[in-house]
């Protein structure tokens, strides 16, 4: 088994990325669905987030309900980081969980864990390298104006919340750039994959 993270800023291409690796035979953890799941009634995580935010986060069905949870912390450090405290260490239990699983039917595997807070979460040290895809942050603005049809302020903001591209760089084992083509992307990452499968 080898893993690699794979990380990104918002419009930087880490989820096309990672999609064509899985082409090319890649096992593919992503972190925000496992996020997801972290979410889900019965998890240590959801009992804990209850607890701790009260139960009129709750829909009818018994589900959490993100948009209130996230008034609850949004732009509040304090509070964001109780919510991180208590589903980030659930994510990487998962995450480990799921390398173990795909290990152990395909003990040769190449694992990719995708996670745009691989560095914030402190999960870099759960793979063998760590693949930065990047993006010029003019490029990453058009991308997400056509992709999610957002302001640009709130594009920016959401650029200005995130680590930067040279912060994510000097953890780096390997950086794709994303700046051109989709063809020059997939030229890059085949590469990188020929490098890994031969090692």
Not at 85 to 99: L, N, T
Not at 112 to 140: H, K, N, S, Y
Request: with cysteine; hydrophobic share 40%; proline share 1%.
């Amino acid at each position: 088994m080898f893993v690699i993270c794979l990380t990104g800023g918002i419009g930087s291409g880490k989820s096309t990325a990672a999609k064509y690796l899985a082409t090319l035979g890649a096992h593919i953890i992503d972190a925000d669905k496992l996020g997801h799941e972290a979410y889900m009634p019965g998890t240590r995580a959801y009992k804990e987030i209850v607890k701790t935010f009260g139960e009129d986060i709750l829909a009818d069905n018994h589900q959490i309900d993100r948009r209130i949870l996230g008034g609850k912390v949004f732009g509040q450090a304090e509070e964001l980081t109780k919510l991180t405290d208590i589903v980030w260490p659930e994510i990487r239990a998962m995450a480990e969980s799921a390398f173990k699983k795909v290990n152990s039917a395909h003990a040769d595997a190449i694992i990719i864990f995708e996670a745009a807070v691989l560095i914030e979460a402190g999960w870099d040290d759960l793979g063998d390298e760590v693949w930065v895809v990047t993006v010029e942050r003019q490029t990453a603005l058009q991308r997400c104006m056509t992709r999610d049809g957002l302001t640009q302020e709130a594009i920016e903001n959401r650029l200005n919340a995130q680590l930067s591209n040279e912060d994510r760089i000097s953890k780096a084992d390997q950086v794709i750039s994303n700046d051109d083509s989709q063809e020059r992307l997939k030229a890059s990452l085949e590469q990188q994959w020929a490098r890994v499968v031969t090692r």
